[in-house]
T-cell receptor, first 111, second 113 residues
Framework: GQSLEQPSEVTAVEGAIVQINCTYQ??????LSWYQQHDGGAPTFLSY????GLEETGRFSSFLSRSDSYGYLLLQELQMKDSASYFC????????????FGIGTKLQVIP | EAQVTQNPRYLITVTGKKLTVTCSQN?????MSWYRQDPGLGLRQIYY???????DKGDVPEGYKVSRKEKRNFPLILESPSPNQTSLYFC????????????FGQGTRLTVV
């Protein structure tokens, strides 16, 4: 089956940079997605890597290395509003397009 | 406005009483799915549908049913709810045959007593 592993919690200081890692054991997937979820809210899409390398979207960047079965989300210039949970996810390609999410990383930004 | 609408937002029910949670999207997406979210377990896919009349099991399908008679709607049915189905449920939609941004509904918090 598919599994994605993330750290359960990360704490970082406002204005700093934080990296949230995602390692996976799966194959035959389209790419690696990242979602943000604030307490009590719905997940919202942040970033997607179809190919190896770095994708940048404003303060957020995401990286994928298929050869290392590894990806990460990089958040720069952290703001208090970035305190949330962050999930990596993959969607299987082919006939059975199941989606698997990691358990999520709860990020706490402190002053 | 592009959106996924779930109803109800909150539901308390008793064991064994059949219920349906509705989900509707206005983006003409082929792919729709249901997830449950439990503390420490993240989002787990229950069922997904790649198009009308095409549904398949996710990772935790036991105790749930779905149907996809129209492209925009994907209801989740609990024929005989049990307390272990108490959870936060999300419906999501996206394009099929590729990996694109998934849009999530606002969630349904279900309590089965």
């Amino acid at each position: 089956g598919q599994s994605l592993e993330q750290p359960s919690e990360v704490t970082a200081v406002e204005g700093a940079i934080v990296q949230i890692n995602c390692t996976y054991q799966t194959s035959g997937f389209y790419g690696l997605s990242w979602y943000q979820q604030h307490d009590g809210g719905a997940p919202t899409f942040l970033s997607y890597n179809a190919l190896d390398g770095l994708e940048e979207t404003g303060r957020f960047s995401s990286f994928l290395s298929r050869s290392d079965s590894y990806g990460y989300l990089l958040l720069q210039e952290l703001q208090m509003k970035d305190s949330a949970s962050y999930f990596c996810a993959v969607k299987k390609s082919g006939g059975y397009q199941k989606v698997t999410f990691g358990i999520g990383t709860k990020l706490q930004v402190i002053p | 406005e592009a959106q996924v609408t779930q109803n109800p937002r909150y539901l308390i029910t008793v064991t064994g009483k059949k219920l349906t949670v509705t989900c509707s999207q206005n983006m003409n997406h082929e792919y729709m799915s249901w997830y449950r979210q439990d503390p420490g377990l993240g989002l787990r896919q229950i069922y997904y549908s790649m198009n009308v009349e095409v549904t398949d099991k996710g990772d935790v399908p036991e105790g749930y049913k779905v149907s996809r008679k129209e492209k925009r709607n994907f209801p989740l049915i609990l024929e005989s709810p049990s307390p272990n189905q108490t959870s936060l449920y999300f419906c999501a939609s996206s394009l099929a045959d590729r990996d694109t941004e998934a849009f999530f509904g606002q969630g349904t918090r279900l309590t089965v007593v």
